[in-house]
């Protein structure tokens, strides 16, 4: 396997795209998500789409090997909801672990299986030999900064270390089956993300194994510049940077236009690789994406050339063939190069 950091320092890697519009493509009906383990489980279960790595491993895994097909160089898994907290919507905690490994397995089969097709016929994809399984953790459905009691601000409906514990449980799961990196994305509360950092450091010095790279994507919600839970840009960088990630970025909420401006500042502050992946524009009336694949990579490819990145995909609403045009766009564009940082005594 190819060091990430090294292909950091030569180009701008592409990351996927959606994972839920894939599937919606499918038109799945509720017998399809139950499978034969779960045909006779005691509550609805159709829209779990982590439950897919389980009962239909080989849609997963088509998915992901059309985004390699585009020319994505880092796959995420299907885990955005794969947690005991977010599972017990469909009373289904007891399969988080397993959940995480059979996600991992998905898309690292899709790697492998990608990789021999390329070596077989060399002309297919995008890639350059080497291709990196990120293990998705979600923002959960419960946060830990916000009441979701409006006439008590002080209640919370879980504790920090209930979320520690989740996320523990997604990262063995996630490192127990082959992941290269771990990517926590879609943070609306900066809370939830440290607790997710934290139980990444916990579980690799409790299991004294090499700890993984660690990826941090936010989400700014709106134009206002800020968190759900309230932190500007630059409170949100200085908040997680003690974790040392090996990148730091935003996704989702917004569309590239309406991102461009905070990816700058991100791209100003940020001592580690910067990473960008907007939703396919802003949502219709019918919260549907409208933004078609040549105007999203006309869109990072100037970020590109501006110098702001140096991992570039798409969101909610983006298909493999965004990720086509935004691959097509960005290759052999110099990435954003590291800055010197200067140690100072206060």
Request: overall charge negative; hydrophobic content about 40%.
């Amino acid at each position: 396997m190819a060091d990430i950091r090294k292909e950091l320092e030569k180009r701008i890697l592409i990351i996927d795209g959606a994972m839920g519009t894939m599937i919606q493509r499918y038109k799945l009906a509720e017998a399809d998500y139950r499978g034969e383990r779960f045909k006779d489980w005691h509550c609805d279960v159709k829209g779990n789409n982590d439950l897919l790595n389980i009962t239909q491993p080989q849609i997963i895994t088509e998915i992901h090997k059309q985004y390699l097909d585009a020319g994505a160089d880092i796959i995420e898994t299907n885990t955005f909801s794969s947690t005991a907290i977010a599972m017990a919507d469909y009373e289904m905690q007891s399969l988080a672990y397993e959940l995480n490994v059979a996600a991992a397995t998905c898309a690292r089969n899709a790697v492998s299986e990608f990789l021999a097709s390329r070596k077989a016929s060399p002309a297919g994809g995008g890639l350059e030999g080497a291709a990196w399984v990120a293990g998705a953790i979600g923002p959960l459905n419960k946060t830990l900064s916000l009441s979701p009691d409006v006439n008590n601000p002080g209640f919370r409906a879980v504790t920090f270390d209930e979320v520690v514990a989740a996320y523990y449980e997604q990262v063995k799961g996630l490192a127990d089956g082959g992941v290269d990196l771990l990517l926590i994305e879609t943070i609306f509360d900066t809370l939830n993300a440290k607790a997710a950092i934290y139980a990444i450091k916990k579980y690799f010095r409790d299991t004294k194994k090499e700890s993984l790279p660690v990826m941090i994507s936010g989400t700014i919600t709106d134009a206002s510049g800020r968190t759900l839970s309230g932190q500007t840009l630059e409170a949100f960088y200085t908040s997680v940077m003690h974790a040392k990630p090996l990148s730091i970025g935003l996704n989702c909420a917004l569309g590239a236009k309406e991102m461009r401006p905070h990816i700058e500042e991100l791209s100003q502050i940020s001592s580690c690789y910067v990473s960008a992946y907007p939703n396919a524009g802003l949502p219709n009336a019918m919260g549907e994406y409208d933004e078609h694949p040549e105007d999203t990579g006309h869109y990072l490819e100037e970020w590109a050339k501006e110098g702001f990145v140096n991992i570039v995909g798409g969101c909610c609403g983006t298909t493999p063939d965004h990720i086509k045009h935004i691959a097509e766009h960005v290759k052999g564009l110099t990435p954003r190069p590291l800055p010197i940082i200067e140690k100072e005594l206060v």
